[in-house]
């Protein structure tokens, strides 16, 4: 299998590439380089989020079969923004361009996973953070999950070390609430993930966070441990009310049923890329061998190019296994809250 080696340049060099993406007055010519030295850079990511993803499916046949397993690369828009919000951060040490989740049934087994990560002397790569949004939520938006933040290490292809690779563990309950966000920053057309957007449909969300935290017996959001879990079941379906959630939420799944196949073999599929017409709700995705990451990744920058010029879609490209892992790894890009919703309409009816 052949993958995208480092860039034979100087992390200066990629810092410096970084700053011209997000600088309103270089030039096309300059933007243009920096973008391919930038795409370069995100590409070198692939090996080793392909590797952690193999140790990771190692590591949970100790485990029950119910679980997840995906691993993707960061969208360039979404690097570039982050960039952009986040004046200090480099290109060069940003941690989460090649990102790998497990999605497991419960709280104990996502700290029962961190510690055959953290405490397994036969595992090379150096642990360079933790953060547990689980037992310490973020209070501005709610999220929850546990990060492990790796330096790579492999002595076998050296060229490769020292790049950071994010793990996420998180529960089906926070995964469900996670993607729910994403969603309706698609559907609502606003960026709730990146704590901005409409204040209403925030706190909404993170009263749900805060009422999930309490199904899962740990630390609610700190702005809300006042409240008892009535008391929140209460406040979450004031803002249901207030906002029309539920029906809006109720008539998004639609999108989930038109998924149009453009290329690829349904049986030796490896990589996907997902397409999301933002105008239309569509889906349609390509699909590539495990050999064919080289020409996934030249096409993911085609389609991200076209998101520059003006076409209303967002691109990612991810590896989930088949189509159906595919729609529970990524349900946000699939428009699907159905399980979400559920959950959302048991909360609310105990209260009325």
């Given at each position: 299998?052949?993958f995208t080696?480092?860039?034979?340049v100087?992390k200066?060099?990629?810092?410096k590439?970084?700053?011209?993406?997000?600088?309103?007055?270089?030039g096309?010519d300059?933007?243009?380089r920096?973008?391919?030295?930038a795409?370069?850079?995100?590409a070198c990511?692939?090996?080793p989020i392909?590797?952690?993803q193999?140790?990771?499916?190692?590591?949970?046949?100790?485990?029950s079969d119910?679980?997840l397993?995906a691993q993707?690369l960061k969208?360039?828009?979404?690097?570039?923004d982050k960039?952009?919000?986040e004046h200090?951060m480099?290109?060069?040490?940003?941690?989460?361009?090649g990102?790998?989740r497990?999605?497991?049934g419960?709280?104990?087994?996502?700290?029962k996973l961190?510690?055959l990560y953290?405490?397994?002397?036969?595992f090379?790569?150096?642990l360079?953070?933790?953060?547990?949004?689980?037992?310490?939520?973020?209070?501005?938006?709610?999220?929850?999950?546990?990060h492990l933040?790796y330096?790579y290490q492999?002595r076998k292809?050296?060229?490769?070390?020292?790049l950071?690779?994010?793990?996420?563990?998180?529960?089906k309950?926070?995964h469900t609430?996670?993607?729910?966000?994403?969603?309706?920053d698609?559907?609502?057309?606003?960026?709730l993930?990146?704590?901005?957007?409409?204040p209403?449909w925030q706190?909404?969300?993170?009263?749900i966070?805060s009422a999930?935290?309490?199904q899962?017996?740990?630390?609610?959001i700190?702005?809300f441990?006042?409240m008892?879990?009535?008391?929140?079941?209460?406040?979450?379906?004031?803002?249901?009310?207030?906002?029309?959630a539920?029906d809006k939420?109720?008539?998004?799944?639609?999108?989930?049923?038109?998924?149009?196949?453009?290329?690829?073999?349904?049986?030796s599929?490896?990589?996907?890329?997902i397409i999301?017409?933002?105008?239309?709700?569509r889906?349609?995705y390509?699909?590539y061998d495990?050999?064919?990451s080289?020409?996934a990744?030249a096409?993911?920058?085609?389609?991200?190019?076209?998101?520059?010029?003006?076409?209303?879609?967002?691109?990612?490209?991810?590896?989930?296994g088949?189509l159906e892992?595919?729609r529970r790894?990524?349900?946000?890009?699939?428009?699907?809250i159905?399980e979400f919703v559920k959950i959302?309409?048991?909360?609310v009816?105990?209260v009325?």
């Amino acid at each position: 299998m052949r993958f995208t080696p480092v860039p034979l340049v100087s992390k200066t060099q990629i810092n410096k590439a970084g700053k011209s993406l997000t600088n309103p007055e270089a030039g096309v010519d300059e933007k243009a380089r920096a973008l391919s030295l930038a795409e370069q850079w995100r590409a070198c990511h692939a090996y080793p989020i392909n590797t952690f993803q193999s140790t990771l499916r190692d590591k949970l046949n100790s485990f029950s079969d119910d679980y997840l397993v995906a691993q993707r690369l960061k969208r360039m828009p979404t690097i570039i923004d982050k960039l952009t919000r986040e004046h200090s951060m480099q290109l060069s040490s940003m941690q989460d361009i090649g990102g790998v989740r497990a999605v497991l049934g419960d709280v104990e087994d996502v700290y029962k996973l961190a510690d055959l990560y953290k405490n397994k002397s036969r595992f090379d790569h150096k642990l360079i953070n933790e953060k547990d949004y689980i037992m310490n939520p973020r209070n501005e938006d709610g999220y929850r999950s546990l990060h492990l933040i790796y330096e790579y290490q492999n002595r076998k292809f050296p060229n490769y070390d020292g790049l950071k690779l994010e793990l996420q563990i998180r529960t089906k309950l926070q995964h469900t609430w996670a993607t729910a966000v994403e969603t309706m920053d698609t559907f609502l057309g606003e960026r709730l993930k990146y704590r901005k957007g409409d204040p209403k449909w925030q706190e909404f969300f993170t009263l749900i966070s805060s009422a999930f935290a309490y199904q899962e017996n740990k630390p609610p959001i700190p702005r809300f441990n006042h409240m008892s879990v009535e008391e929140t079941y209460k406040e979450i379906s004031a803002f249901e009310t207030s906002l029309g959630a539920l029906d809006k939420m109720a008539g998004l799944s639609f999108a989930a049923d038109h998924i149009v196949k453009t290329k690829g073999s349904s049986k030796s599929y490896y990589y996907h890329i997902i397409i999301l017409n933002l105008d239309t709700k569509r889906i349609s995705y390509q699909s590539y061998d495990r050999d064919s990451s080289e020409i996934a990744l030249a096409d993911l920058s085609k389609f991200e190019k076209e998101e520059v010029d003006g076409k209303n879609t967002e691109t990612v490209l991810v590896s989930a296994g088949p189509l159906e892992s595919l729609r529970r790894a990524y349900p946000n890009f699939f428009l699907d809250i159905t399980e979400f919703v559920k959950i959302i309409q048991g909360i609310v009816s105990s209260v009325r």
